[in-house]
């Protein structure tokens, strides 16, 4: 089925955010980006916060770009990053900051949750990987520190829900993002509200999740003014890795995917959850996918640490030029664990790398090109540790390995975890979220008959390059 409408993704990340519209041309999917913005945090009354207003404002100027352009898209689709969330009152109103992931009000949280409920039974319940700044324990910070905010709130919303909201008036969860809460049932595939009353937690404020697909409704009037026209907001993954998965090429099953960005994710694509002891000691997570698919994966520090030490640097270097530096640190043989809570969110992030370096008995790199090559070799480490452990837990071999994202570009990167897992590495797409955004929009209206029909035009579209 071929048409001539487009499709809107805006795909926000911690750093940046992205309007891209997409069409079906000549049997490929052709991609445009028509807008970007800038994203990251802020003090606000002592925690580490977002924007929401700014990225609200970004999201109704990319809209606006549209109509400029005369694309107006036949649907939207919104994805971010998972865990963070605002709470609104009885009349909409938003509640309090909106807290990252990044801010330490989680420290020592974790302790008071397993008073309510022990970490193995938790993860027998959701299967979802320990990270401290989990929507959980969140929650549980809000009710030590500001206990008031959950009495008066009526409505929990994840950050793209929330953007959704803005724009339609409609306040809708979605599936695969609300995994990233650990408060969804494995099983039963929706909100565990036995887990919610264990731990003090308001049922009320949370909403029947929603599949990718599922319509949020028209722009509200307000905002169809604003812009100049009128179109459909569509929830695509939310969660911006499941967005991601969807785009690898090949089926889930096959291959071992690294969905490369600020974070890395990497893992496979199940049909049925893990949430078994051994999975919870290799720290395996079971987040939610399109058609209740599974994403058995690892959260892994990512990019964020080499785009951390950039900043620091005196010199703006080009990638090629982090490349060669980097090629020429080869020499440098101490490495770090990059998910130690201290990379997080570091005053400086070489000072950070070095701390490690001393506290754990290892010489402490000096210069640029040590730093760089001290994050590359560690990531590749740390990536090969993930594969193993994946075909240990899962008692099978894989010999693939697909990355997506912005950091399949990376080719230093690439050609390490080659040499490291010893397995065939595939890099692209690049834009993997927008196009799995893209293509849940695509399915919804029909564009493409499933989700195998889809893949199949991803791999027809996009250059995927096999690193030598």
Not at 39 to 62: F, P, Q, R, S
Request: hydrophobic share 35%.
């Amino acid at each position: 089925m071929e048409t001539n409408k487009c499709y809107l993704a805006i795909d926000i990340g911690a750093s940046s955010g992205r309007h891209i519209l997409g069409w079906l041309e000549n049997g490929k999917i052709r991609m445009e980006e028509i807008y970007r913005f800038q994203n990251g945090l802020h003090k606000e009354n002592g925690h580490l916060c977002w924007d929401i207003d700014h990225l609200a404002a970004e999201v109704v100027a990319g809209l606006k770009q549209c109509k400029k352009l005369d694309r107006v898209p036949t649907s939207v689709g919104i994805d971010t990053w998972g865990v963070d969330f605002v709470l609104l009152d009885a009349q909409g109103n938003r509640l309090g900051s909106s807290a990252a992931y990044r801010d330490s009000r989680t420290e020592g949280v974790d302790k008071i949750v397993y008073e309510k409920i022990p970490e193995k039974e938790l993860y027998a319940r959701n299967g979802i990987q320990k990270q401290i700044f989990n929507t959980i324990y969140q929650l549980t910070a809000i009710q030590q520190e500001t206990p008031e905010l959950l009495e008066r709130a009526e409505t929990f919303l994840m950050i793209p829900e929330y953007l959704n909201y803005l724009l339609t008036g409609v306040a809708m969860n979605e599936y695969t993002n609300a995994t990233t809460t650990q408060l969804v049932n494995a099983k039963t595939q929706t909100w565990d509200e036995e887990l919610l009353d264990l731990l003090d937690l308001p049922r009320k404020i949370f909403g029947e999740l929603h599949m990718p697909k599922s319509v949020v409704g028209p722009l509200s009037d307000k905002v169809a003014s604003l812009v100049g026209f009128q179109t459909t907001v569509v929830l695509p993954a939310t969660h911006d890795t499941g967005s991601a998965v969807l785009a690898v090429p090949a089926e889930g099953e096959e291959s071992i995917y690294l969905s490369s960005g600020t974070w890395s994710l990497m893992g496979i694509e199940r049909l049925i959850p893990d949430c078994t002891e051994i999975s919870r000691k290799h720290n395996f997570t079971n987040e939610g996918g399109y058609h209740y698919r599974y994403r058995y994966l690892k959260n892994i520090m990512g990019m964020w640490m080499m785009q951390s030490l950039r900043r620091e640097f005196k010199h703006a270097y080009t990638f090629e030029e982090l490349y060669q530096l980097a090629h020429i640190g080869r020499y440098f043989l101490s490495t770090v664990d990059v998910n130690d809570a201290s990379f997080l969110a570091p005053e400086s992030m070489i000072r950070a790398v070095q701390d490690y370096c001393e506290r754990t008995g290892q010489e402490k790199p000096e210069t640029e090109c040590e730093l760089l090559y001290c994050i590359y070799h560690s990531l590749a480490n740390c990536y090969a540790r993930t594969v193993a452990e994946i075909e240990e837990v899962t008692g099978r071999k894989y010999d693939i390995i697909n990355v997506v994202g912005g950091g399949c570009q990376d080719r230093f990167l690439n050609h390490l975890l080659k040499e490291e897992t010893g397995k065939k590495v595939y890099a692209g797409p690049v834009e993997g979220t927008a196009i799995g955004n893209l293509l849940v929009q695509m399915l919804r209206d029909g564009v493409f008959a499933d989700l195998n029909e889809g893949r199949r035009a991803i791999v027809r579209s996009f250059d995927v390059k096999k690193v030598d």
